[in-house]
Nanobody, 118 residues
């Protein structure tokens, strides 16, 4: 049974940093493209960052370029999202998503709340 578990969310002041983690189990992690999405009430879920497998190439939403960094550790089956210079508009529930390179299989984590407020 595939499972993605996010951690690292919380309350931070504007300009601060957080690092989100997403631990995967039950999947061949190195075969999955990993993405971070976020969602605020009343808005559609949006992709924030993605990292390919096995190349590790990354892509980012314009709104987070230069502030967020996605990385993965295939040995630990974990993907990270380092978030710096956080802004109030970054407040959202952040979700981890895994998409197989070889099939239609994809999985979502349960989400972790990030709140940026003074």
């Amino acid at each position: 049974q595939a499972q993605l578990v996010e951690s690292g969310g919380g309350l931070v002041q504007p300009g601060g940093s957080l690092r989100l983690s997403c631990a995967a189990s039950g999947v061949a992690f190195s075969n999955y493209v990993m993405n971070w999405h976020r969602q605020t009430p009343g808005k559609a879920r949006e992709v924030v960052a993605g990292i390919a497998a096995p190349s590790g190439s990354t892509n980012y939403a314009d709104s987070v370029k230069g502030r967020f960094t996605i990385s993965r550790d295939n040995a630990k089956n974990t993907v990270y999202l380092q978030m710096n210079s956080l802004k109030p508009e970054d407040t959202a529930v952040y979700y981890c998503h895994a998409r197989s390179r070889y099939s239609s299989s994809n999985y979502w984590g349960q989400g972790t709340q990030v709140t940026v407020s003074s």
